[in-house]
């Protein structure tokens, strides 16, 4: 059974509509919304159901939401007029779903494997696309420094592509306390005068930490780091996009890692 809404005047959607714009409510209510098929797919599969389905009229016809709603049978469902649900979604032209999630409790345990820090990355898509790379690279940590995007902000999310469900993700954090208390190298990255990328061998646990798209690493947080890295590239570019960099540094961590395994491997050590 689906609870229809056709008014903006409904408490329930006022809530849901505060939900989806305010990244401090998300953090308060440790809850979000997920745009699409692809992203509510994701979150079963690897989560659970979510606790309450959106539809709108023109979309509970589409083909992909009603198997979605065949799946999630049982969980709350609210039926929304097309216009009132444009304004719960983040995208221009909506495929006409949305999930309600819990937001999964921030772990506290100390971290000994390779990581990510964020260090006033402001971008959305770039916050989504370096947390997606760092799933793909094969790393389990992320953490986000004041100033950064809302990592569960709608946005952000579509970026991810459902990284989200894959990663530990930690907001709100002092960079340099924790680069104090960690036991691998922290790893500040710079658009020049670092270490070459080429040059360090990467295959002990790092935590590469990422800056703010105009200002780049902050200086008590490059202070923090033991060493810095620069990427070479060509004469007269002046640096590379953030998400970018990232994924070059992670994967070359990646490579090595591999190189290193592979000569395990066949020396039998």
């Known amino acids: 059974m689906m609870k229809a809404i056709a008014s903006r005047d409904n408490p329930t959607f006022k809530a849901l509509r505060l939900l989806a714009n305010d990244g401090r409510e998300q953090r308060r209510l440790r809850r979000t919304l997920l ?28 083909p992909e939401i009603r198997s979605l709603l065949s799946r999630c049978d049982g969980i709350i469902t609210l039926l929304l007029r097309d216009a009132l649900f444009g304004e719960l979604a983040g995208t221009g032209t909506p495929v006409g779903i949305l999930a309600e999630i819990d937001i999964a409790a921030e ?58 469900f894959d990663l530990c993700i930690r907001e709100q954090v002092d960079l340099p306390e924790f680069l104090a208390s960690y036991k691998g190298s922290g790893i500040a990255t710079v658009a020049r005068d670092g270490i070459s990328l080429y040059e360090l061998d990467l295959t002990a646990p790092l ?22 890295v620069t990427i070479p590239i060509a004469p007269g570019c002046e640096s590379l996009n953030v998400a970018a960099a990232a994924a070059i540094c992670l ?14 491997f066949t020396t039998g050590a």
């Open 35 to 62: 745009d699409g098929p692809h992203l509510i797919t994701a979150y079963c599969d690897k989560v659970g159901l979510p606790q309450r389905i959106l539809v709108s009229e023109s979309g509970q016809s589409h």
């Open 207 to 228: 935590a590469w930490i990422f800056g703010n798209e105009g200002a780049g690493v902050s200086e008590k947080s490059a202070l923090a780091a033991r060493r810095q």
């Open 251 to 264: 994967f070359e961590e990646r490579r090595q890692k591999l190189a290193t395994m592979g000569h395990a």
């Open 107 to 164: 772990l506290t345990n100390s971290i000994d494997a390779s990581c990510v820090l964020l260090d006033g990355v402001q971008d959305a898509g770039n916050v989504g696309t370096i947390l997606r790379t760092a799933s793909a690279a094969g790393l389990r940590d992320v953490l986000l420094g004041p100033g950064c995007a809302g990592v569960w902000t709608p946005k952000v999310l579509r970026a991810g592509q459902g990284a989200h």
